[in-house]
């Protein structure tokens, strides 16, 4: 099995020390880069463990979008292997879940969709944890696995210039409340990569009050286009393949029913 690196990226606490043991313990990764905010913990410095602490933009993005963004690309760049996994620094995914998914990816890693305005690419699929069928060109961004110069164009684009709370002048409290006036985060990064494979989603991302958002006019023609080739681009891996808890959130399992009957996420056996 071809060796790894992990990324894990968002908040450095001793939880995510937690998560480099356990990670460390699996065969095939080769280190672990941990890319985190200007005011988390001094980093322990753990053997095989490359640590980053970013500035963060002084607009955080809906969602804290703008923030995962930063984090993982300055991540990435420290990537040394050609396939790497990037992990929510606040979640752990059993060893066992950690196999089957990396091998699931070497099974499937072939994208059968080319990009459309570029000489060459993609190198493969990326694989997720999950697709969120609702929502046009969107995967679940807790986890990734692909080549790195995929990972690397995924989180490579621009950053949002004015956030929900910006425009608005709300709390980022009523963020979940008003879909209708923004692209949902996940969403936002999985458009902006599908965009190369068609160009028609340029134009989506000029308009998303009328084809991204929540209710938006032309949303149909996003959802179906979204339908015919997100799932071939962002993979998501079987159900039985996750085994991860959250503690943030009191989650010591996967919530698959309510995450398939309330949000309307779906994994491989729903698009074979």
């Known amino acids: 099995m071809e060796s790894i690196d992990i990324l894990l990226q968002g908040i450095y606490d001793d939880y995510t020390e937690e998560l480099i043991s356990h990670y460390l313990q699996l065969s095939f990764v080769n280190q672990i880069v941990v890319s985190f905010g200007p005011n988390d913990m001094e980093p322990k410095g753990t053997d095989r463990v490359i640590y980053i602490r970013n500035e963060y933009p002084s607009n955080p993005g809906t969602g804290n979008r703008n923030l995962q963004l930063v984090t993982s690309i300055n991540g990435l760049d420290a990537i040394t292997t050609d396939y790497a996994v990037k992990i929510r620094s606040d979640q752990k995914y059993s060893l066992k879940c950690m196999e089957d998914m990396w091998k699931y990816f070497l099974d499937n890693r072939v994208c059968d969709l080319s990009f459309e305005d570029l000489d060459s690419g993609p190198h493969g699929s990326i694989i997720t944890g999950g697709n969120f069928a609702p929502f046009p060109f969107h995967p679940r961004d807790h986890i990734f696995r692909g080549h790195i110069n995929d990972l690397i164009n995924l989180f490579n684009i621009p950053l949002e210039e004015k956030s929900f709370s910006e425009v608005y002048g709300l709390s980022k ?4 409340f008003f879909y209708d006036k923004h692209i949902r985060t996940e969403c936002y990064i999985g458009s902006h990569y599908c965009s190369k494979f068609n160009s028609r989603i340029k134009k989506f991302l000029e308009e998303p009050e009328n084809y991204l958002h929540d209710h ?11 339908k015919e080739i997100t799932h071939k681009i962002f993979k998501p891996v079987p159900e039985e393949c996750i085994e991860m808890e959250w503690p943030k959130y009191g989650w010591d399992s996967y919530r698959f029913d309510s995450q398939r009957k309330v949000f309307g996420e779906r994994w491989a056996a729903d698009f074979s």
């Open 173 to 176: 409290f009523y963020e979940s």
């Open 216 to 226: 938006s006019q032309h949303r149909d023609e996003a959802m179906k286009l979204s």
